[in-house]
């Protein structure tokens, strides 16, 4: 009986727990889906857009994935998918994404690392000061909190709900402020986020944009 007992715990620890090959095959399968897609019909590679290490491209404003929280980035998908959150583009690229498909791209980025890629232009100086005291002090005159309260010391994130935001290009935060004040993008717990972006003056959406985009990402995620 006891026997039986332990063959029994073994089985369900193995079936409980995926196995270091498991995990790999995973992660290689997300990089072939970020890499060439899924291989069904309308199938995109996510690197057209993010680049294979996730860096983004700051000319189009698409966004810097690499390092971001595995479960941030499988959310923000379903959620792209759901049609919470706003991404006409993403929209048709996720929809044939799998579960699976989804759960290994996050996996894959979420390990990926790039250097902080130039973005359009210079910092405003100007812009950068008003940003970062919106960012560090908030603006309570007009209920509108630090963002570093949400998104930790530096925008460096706060996993899993909260992404960083330092070092990501200036025309997809500005984007994504505009998005929350005025478009469909909806994922955001109990509305914070579209509260706080319909406060903010089109000067203050683009200060703050302008300060966490001149800093630099976390260091874990660049090599």
């Not at 603006?139 to 994130?157: F, S």
């Not at 984007?175 to 717990?189: G, N, S, V």
């Not at 509260?195 to 302008?210: N, S």
């Not at 300060?211 to 090599?223: A, N, Q």
Request: one cysteine or more; hydrophobic letters at 40%.
């Amino acid at each position: 009986m006891k026997t039986v007992l332990s063959a029994l715990l073994l089985v369900t620890g193995l079936t409980a727990f995926p196995t270091v090959s498991g995990a790999a095959s995973l992660m290689d399968w997300g990089r072939h889906v970020a890499e060439a897609g899924n291989g069904k019909p309308g199938s995109t590679a996510c690197m057209e857009c993010h680049r294979l290490d996730g860096g983004g491209m700051p000319s189009i404003g698409a966004p810097r994935i690499a390092g971001q929280p595995e479960q941030y980035i499988a959310r923000e998908i379903r959620e792209v998918k759901a049609g919470k959150r706003y991404g006409p583009v993403m929209a048709g690229v996720v929809q044939n994404l799998s579960p699976r498909d989804i759960r290994a791209v996050a996996l894959y980025y979420s390990h990926a690392k790039s250097p902080k890629l130039p973005d359009v232009g210079p910092p405003d100086p100007v812009l950068v000061a008003e940003g970062e005291h919106i960012a560090t002090r908030g603006l309570w005159k007009k209920n509108i909190p630090a963002c570093v309260q949400c998104h930790g010391p530096n925008g460096y994130g706060v996993p899993p709900m909260f992404p960083f935001i330092a070092g990501q290009n200036r025309t997809y935060l500005l984007r994504q402020l505009m998005a929350y004040a005025f478009l469909k993008r909806q994922d955001d717990p109990q509305g914070l986020m579209r509260g706080i972006a319909r406060r903010l003056t089109m000067t203050q959406r683009k200060a703050v944009a302008e300060y966490f985009s001149s800093l630099k990402p976390p260091v874990r995620d660049v090599p």
